[in-house]
């Protein structure tokens, strides 16, 4: 079963830019920490997206290649003066073998078949690079206010549901059957402060919102006044503690 690609409209992928939270830079220092190299020479971003993993990865590699599937999305990624973008799939990467000593996924693995990049990661690293996967979900809840979380999923989730993602266990066995090692896995909480509106984008930002509107027919406009009065009564002061959970997976290609 393909997934749809919920990045391919202007659209949508301005709402990710303007919305998306900027935790990236933390991830790369536990990369730093759990490898111990300070600085990689090549690296590619998979799934790079609007360039928030490829901004925080270009301050720790040489040279950074970044690919999307999405040229909305890629149109507005930062211009870099050692990162290098192209469309791309990630099951077809478009880069000779051994190319990278490192490669990145920052909150895409979902969408790839996931076996096919798995292949084609192992063939563009050596023996002993570094396949780096992370992901950042938001767990719907609020610190200040835990009837949040429940709003989330019998209201928001109820009304807009989640699209099919691959979801196969990142097991050592999984890793094993492609070349890789997993070296190690972490799972780390992960706070980001938001006001009624940043709130709204965020909601605005997701795949199952953009379901209903660039592939379906609700109008943005209503969707938004819908949000915004949903999630209003939670907002008694101006900013709130918005919880996420940072999962991360670091396999090493076997020699």
């Known amino acids: 079963m393909a997934n749809a690609n919920y990045f ?73 003066p050692n990162v290098a973008y192209q469309c791309a799939a990630a099951e077809e990467l478009p880069f000779a073998a051994a190319s990278f000593d490192l490669v990145a996924v920052g909150l895409a693995f979902h969408w790839f078949n996931q076996d096919q990049f798995l292949r084609e990661a192992a063939r563009v690293l050596p023996p002993g690079g570094w396949l780096f996967i992370y992901n950042n979900v938001f767990l719907g809840s609020m610190r200040e206010n835990p009837g949040f979380k429940q709003w989330v999923g019998e209201v928001f989730l109820a009304k807009y549901l989640t699209p099919h993602r691959r979801r196969k266990k990142l097991s050592a066995g999984y890793a094993g059957a492609f070349g890789f090692e997993l070296a190690g896995t972490e799972n780390l909480p992960n706070e980001v402060t938001m006001s009624r509106d940043q709130m709204v984008g965020y909601f605005l930002s997701q795949s199952n919102v953009i379901a209903s509107v660039e592939q379906g027919s609700e109008a943005i406009d209503e969707v938004a006044a819908w949000l915004k009065q949903g999630v209003t009564p939670f907002f008694t002061e101006t900013i709130r503690t918005m919880q996420f959970s940072t999962d991360i997976w670091y396999l090493r290609k076997r020699g």
Do not use: K, W
């Open 8 to 80: 391919s409209h202007a659209s949508a992928a301005a709402r990710y830019a303007q919305f998306r939270p900027y935790f990236h830079p933390r991830v790369m220092e536990r990369l730093r920490g759990f490898t111990g190299i300070a600085r990689f020479t090549r690296a590619l971003d998979v799934g790079c997206g609007v360039g928030l993993s490829t901004r925080a990865l270009a301050e720790m590699v040489d040279r950074v290649d970044a690919i999307d599937n999405s040229p909305a999305m890629l149109v507005l990624a930062p211009t870099l």
